[in-house]
């Protein structure tokens, strides 16, 4: 029977694939870079394949970020951690569609700081109150 990916690898993998769509990489090329191919790009991306350190600091080189930026927001193993962690309205598993990847990707070409602040209240003043992200 096969064990199924620990959640931090699944959300290792996840954040290298949002950096890596973020900034407009093909897991080919990403994999070309590594001297991997482009399915164990896939393999990191889903948690089936851990990724060593070395790798995801070469990765992390590829990607323009540093290493903690793949842990930032990860799941804790401590559930006495988790239940001191005051509720930030934010889920800590968050997996992003592509739609949340186009928008950021559009917001990010907003040069204007002042539009930026009133997309942001836009997108706020759209968000039934009733609702939370944790849910």
Same mark, same amino acid.
């Given at each position: 029977m096969?064990?199924?990916?620990d959640p931090i690898d699944r959300y290792v993998g996840h954040r290298v !694939?949002?950096?890596?769509l973020l900034i407009g990489v093909s897991q080919e090329k990403l994999?070309?870079?590594? =001297?991997?191919?482009?399915q164990q790009i896939q393999k990191y991306e889903k948690g089936t394949n851990r990724i060593s350190a070395? !790798?995801?600091q070469q990765i992390a080189?590829?990607?323009?970020?540093?290493?903690?930026?793949?842990?930032? =927001?990860?799941?804790r193993q401590e559930v006495a951690i988790e239940e001191e962690?005051?509720?930030s309205g934010i889920s800590s598993d968050l997996f992003w569609t592509s739609q949340d990847l186009q928008?950021?990707?559009?917001?990010?070409?907003?040069?204007?700081p002042q539009v930026r602040r009133r997309l942001i209240g836009l997108v706020e003043s759209l968000v039934d109150p009733t609702e939370t992200a944790a849910e």
């Open positions: 096969k064990k199924a990916p !694939r949002v950096r890596r994999g070309d870079a590594l =001297g991997v191919t482009f070395s !790798r995801l080189d590829m990607l323009g970020v540093p290493v903690g930026f793949f842990y930032e =927001g990860a799941p962690r005051p509720n928008l950021v990707r559009a917001f990010q070409r907003v040069s204007s």
